[in-house]
């Protein structure tokens, strides 16, 4: 499957002083580039009307299954900026990651060409956004069901935020120390049968809780043990 991007490019973009301003201290997922890619999904049509435009506010539903259900998934990857160009990293494998996600969830699954073209489109138009500073370019994927039965209609949303890397992730010899790590007795994240693989708003929900408790305790992440034993490590939240 293949779908034509229309590209609308933003009417006020962020002005250059504002951006740099900002870009003086990103934090992690506070900014935000001025597009976005939409494609829209309903039972009649498939996926459809793919396009690149201002980024905005989605109108919901009160009643979308999102809301009720948290019948939703997303995915992150990381561009950098090299000699020659901005360069993707292995966005096939969020791309194949993300379809299977959907499928877990009984929602439309995007196809791989798709997601990797909308994030392709959306590098191209807001590219300007690195600055050549250390640090990453992530580009996150929302795919939101709105309502209905599954697989009957849904908006895929892509955006791009600029960042720097995690406390957990050091990024020079300086910045380099040991970490601590709570150990979760009380809290999972995942189940055989469950959806600990997936990459939904649930799983990390679920997870928000241990991460108070390490917290509270003075640790900078969570391990999580295995739901049957509790004795097999089975994710950490870094």
């Known amino acids: 499957m293949s779908l034509?991007?229309?590209?609308?490019?933003?009417?006020?973009?962020?002005?250059?002083?504002?951006?740099?301003a900002k870009l003086a201290d990103p934090g992690f997922g506070r900014i935000f580039t001025d597009h976005m890619a939409i494609v829209r999904y309903n039972q009649a049509k498939g996926w459809h009307g793919a396009r690149v435009e201002s980024r905005a506010n989605f109108p919901l539903d009160p009643a979308a299954a999102v809301l009720h259900y948290a019948q939703e998934i997303f995915e992150g990857l990381k561009a950098y900026k090299r000699d020659n160009g901005v360069n993707l990293f292995r966005p096939d494998a969020n791309a194949r990651r993300f379809k299977n996600s959907a499928e877990r969830m009984a929602m439309a699954p995007l196809p791989e060409d798709v997601f990797i073209e909308a994030v392709e489109q959306l590098v191209r138009i807001d590219k300007r956004l690195d600055t050549g500073r250390r640090g990453?370019?992530?580009f996150a994927a929302l795919h939101d069901r709105e309502r209905g039965l599954p697989r009957?209609?849904?908006v895929g949303r892509i955006h791009l935020r600029r960042h720097r890397p995690?406390?957990?992730?050091?990024i020079s010899r300086a910045d380099r120390r040991r970490l601590s790590i709570w150990v979760s007795e009380n809290y999972t994240r995942a189940a055989v049968g469950g959806t600990g693989a997936v990459k939904c708003g649930g799983n990390y929900a679920a997870?928000?809780?241990?991460?108070?408790?390490?917290?509270?305790?003075?640790?900078d992440q969570v391990v999580f043990l295995d739901a049957i034993e509790r004795r097999y490590i089975e994710d950490s939240a870094a």
């Open 136 to 138: 990453q370019s992530l």
């Open 207 to 219: 997870s928000l809780r241990a991460q108070a408790e390490a917290i509270e305790h003075g640790c």
């Open 152 to 154: 009957r209609q849904a």
């Open 4 to 20: 034509k991007f229309e590209i609308q490019p933003a009417a006020n973009p962020t002005p250059e002083s504002e951006r740099t």
């Open 166 to 170: 995690r406390r957990s992730a050091p």
